[in-house]
């Protein structure tokens, strides 16, 4: 074997043990591990989705997986707003968890759910969603439209 090809081999070593340092903890670090919760919170002043003014949130949750990145539960979202027109506006969303990851004392939630906008019109389906979940906060991802991280006014989130 030449000097250049040994050479070579010791960089694609060194190259390999560096990746794995850095992606190893991260691995590590998720966990599976079950969500359950159920609360209230209002969103700031200005929020929007899909151009409907909305002022709070209500959701209830319970999701499990025994694999990081796979899981199955529910997700439910009620989304309380005024339309463009000044009437109440309530959106309703229906989701089925896929997928669960639990880090440092927060859970993501992912699937894909029904879409109700409260405005007659027919519900969507297969719409995807995030959830990012601490013991007092909800961030939510809906159909591509990132909401405010929502602090719990009222419930509570259990993450383990």
Not at 44 to 64: D, E
Request: hydrophobic letters at 50%; charged letters at 10%; a neutral charge.
């Amino acid at each position: 074997m030449s000097t250049d090809m040994r050479a070579s081999r010791w960089i694609r070593v060194g190259v390999a043990l560096v990746l794995a340092g850095w992606i190893a903890p991260a691995v590590v670090a998720l966990a599976a591990g079950e969500v359950a919760g159920a609360g209230a919170a209002p969103f700031p002043a200005g929020t929007t989705f899909n151009l409907v003014s909305v002022s709070g949130v209500q959701f209830g949750m319970g999701a499990a997986g025994a694999v990081p990145g796979l899981g199955t539960g529910d997700f439910h979202v009620t989304l309380f707003g005024t339309s463009a027109l000044g009437a109440s506006q309530v959106i309703k969303f229906d989701g089925d968890v896929s997928g669960i990851s639990i880090l440092q004392g927060s859970a993501v939630l992912t699937g894909t759910g029904a879409l109700d906008m409260g405005d007659g019109t027919v519900p969507r389906v297969g719409v995807p969603f995030t959830a990012t979940a601490t013991a007092n906060t909800l961030l939510l991802v809906l159909s591509g439209t990132t909401l405010p991280r929502a602090t719990l006014t009222q419930g509570a989130i259990t993450i383990q």
